[in-house]
């Protein structure tokens, strides 16, 4: 069992920054792939970045926080940290953090193959 707990959310004006983190236990995040979603309300949860842990490890983002946001992983702490920076109103959404389970394949930005999730935290972005 994978227990993740989310923290740093909170509202900021739009240009500012927020850094998110996932504090994870019961397993070694390294082992993992790890996956940051958002969800804004009445919309689908959306992929925002995600490491694969199990193999030479590599990093994806979405194409709409590329440049912005910042995914990085800490195995000492066993804490993922997502880096926030030049926030726009658009990114406002409860984001949640995932892990998956290793298997053959995976695809990073399909919320169905996470196995795990944190219970999220609140991101507002004012304009």
């Known amino acids: 069992q994978v227990r993740l707990v989310e923290s740093g959310g909170g509202l900021v004006q739009a240009g500012g920054a927020l850094r998110l983190s996932c504090a994870a236990s019961?397993?070694?995040?390294?082992?993992?792939?790890m996956g940051w979603f958002r969800q804004a309300p009445w919309k689908e949860r959306a992929f925002v970045a995600a490491t694969i842990g199990w193999t030479v490890c590599t990093t994806y983002h979405a194409d709409s926080v590329k440049c912005r946001f910042i995914f990085s992983r800490y195995n000492a702490q066993n804490t993922l940290y997502l880096q926030m920076n030049s926030l726009i109103p658009a990114d406002t959404s409860v984001y949640y953090c995932a892990a998956a389970l290793p298997r053959p394949q995976y695809e990073a930005s399909d919320a169905k193959e996470y196995d795990y999730w944190g219970q999220g935290t609140q991101v507002t972005v004012s304009s």
């Open positions: 019961g397993r070694t995040v390294s082992s993992l792939a």
